[in-house]
C-alpha cells in the first residue's frame, strides 16, 4: 500500500468548516463520511478480483490501498507527496498512522487517532487533476529500490504527471557501497572495539563479495543457475543481518535507533496500538475490508530476497541530469541504513554535480531559532536544475518524522 498527503505550502489553521473526514472511493463515485479526524482515499477495495479502469481502458485486478490526505490550507497550491514504506513488506499505512510523516497518529488507547501536528499514480491524478501540481516521490527504508525506478518510468514515459523531486529517508539503494561501512557505525558508536573492528570489517567485505556474485549470477541468469543464485542473494541477506546488524542486537540496541533498548517488531508498542486501530471493527467496517492488516509480510520480505542485494545507484543520475531535485536525508542514530552509508552513496554517484558535491563542506542546518536540525551537503546542475541534498538529522533514527517531527517538517 502507498499513502499520499498535500503538504502545507504555509503555516495552516485547522478548517473548522471542513474538518478532516474519512473519503472512500470507488469506481468513478466518491463516497464521503465524517470520521477518524482523517481524510481517506481508498480506490479499490481488498476483495480478489476487483477491478478498476486504468488508462487505454485496461481492466487489472487492483488490491492496493491509496489512503490521501488532502492540505487543510490550500489543496491547489500545495505539493503533492505520494509515499511508499519500506521492508520490502512494510505497510505504508503504518507511517500514515503512526506518527512517521502521516497527518494522523493513533491515539494510544488504539481506537481513535488524533491530527499530527507537524505531517511531514497516473490514475489517481488523471480523476484528480487539481492535486497534479508539484508532485514529490518519497519513501523510506527499502522504498530507496522503489522510488527510483518509479520516478525514471515516470520521466521515459513522459508522464503527465508533474514530477519535481524525490525524497529518500535512510534509504538502502546500492548494498554493494552501503554494506562495506557498517563496521565503522558499529565502531564510532561503541558496539564493538578497535580489535573487533577487523574481523567485523572482514565479514563486510565477504557480504559485498556476495553482493556481486549474487549480480553477476542475475545477469546470466537461466534455470540451470536458479538455484545458486537464490542461495547466493540469501547468503548475502543473512550475513548482512547476522554478522553486520548481529553485534547491536546483542549488545541489545534497537537497529532503527541506536539510543532505544532492542525490542521484536511484534513488541514494538507503536506497532501494537496501530495494528489495533486498523484491525478495529470500526474501521474494517468502514473500509469495507475483512482481512487482517499486518505492519509486516515475512511472506513478502522473503519474496524479495533475491532483489535485497541489488542495486538502483545507477538510476539517479538520469533523474538529476533531467531536471529533477532528489533529497536524501538519514537520522544519524539509525544502523539499518546508517548514514555513513547512506553519505557513501550518495558521495559515489556518478554525476555532472559530483565533484561539486564531494568537494562541499558540511553545512548545519539550522531552525530560524539557531537550534541545529543536521548537516547537509548539497549540488545543484545550472543548466537543468537537478539537485542533489544529503542531510543527516540529529538525535533521528530510521524513522525520522517519527523521532524527530519538528526537524522532518523543516
Known sequence: GIFLYQVPS???????????????????????RPSLNCTVTYPAKAIPGRTMNCRRNV?????????????????????????????????????????????????????STSINKFPALSHFFASRPQYNTRVFLAGQSY??????????????????????GILLGNPTIAPEIEWCH???????????????????????????RLVHECKLLRETLDPSTQET????CERARRKLFNDLLGPAIRAGRHTSNLDKEYVPSEDDPVVKKVESFMNSE???????????????????YYNFTCDIPHSYHHLLPGLLHSGLRVLVYAGDRDLICNW???????????????????????????????RPIGDLRASTLPDTGGQL???????????????APEQALK
Request: net charge positive; with cysteine.
Open 10 to 32: 504555509t503555516k495552516y489553521p485547522v478548517h473548522q468548516e471542513r474538518p478532516w473526514q474519512m473519503v472512500t472511493q470507488h469506481p468513478g463515485v466518491f463516497v464521503t
Open 59 to 111: 481492466m487489472i485486478s487492483s488490491r492496493l490501498f491509496h489512503w490521501f490526505f488532502e492540505s487543510r490550507n490550500d489543496p491547489r497550491s500545495s505539493p503533492t507527496v505520494i509515499y511508499f514504506h519500506g521492508g520490502p513488506g512494510g505497510s505504508s499505512l503504518y507511517a500514515a498512522v503512526s506518527g512517521n510523516g502521516g497527518p494522523c497518529i493513533v491515539d494510544d488507547d488504539g481506537k
Open 143 to 164: 522504498a530507496g529500490r522503489y522510488v527510483p525506478p518509479l520516478a525514471t518510468k515516470l520521466m521515459e514515459n513522459r508522464s503527465f504527471v508533474r514530477l519535481e
Open 182 to 208: 557498517h563496521p565503522r557505525m558499529l565502531l564510532i558508536e561503541g558496539i564493538i572495539s578497535a580489535k573487533e573492528y577487523a574481523r567485523v570489517d572482514a565479514e563486510a567485505k565477504d557480504c559485498v
Open 229 to 232: 543464485y537464490q542461495d547466493t
Open 282 to 300: 470500526t474501521v474494517q467496517r468502514f473500509l469495507e475490508v475483512d482481512s487482517v492488516w499486518q505492519h509486516f509480510s515475512w511472506d513478502v
Open 340 to 370: 555513513i552509508s547512506n553519505l557513501a552513496s550518495v558521495m559515489a554517484l556518478p554525476w555532472k554535480g559530483g565533484s561539486t558535491l564531494r568537494r562541499s563542506a558540511p553545512a548545519v542546518y539550522r531552525f530560524p531559532d539557531g
Open 389 to 403: 541534498i544529503f542531510l543527516k538529522v540529529r538525535g533521528a533514527g530510521h524513522s525520522v518524522a517519527m523521532d
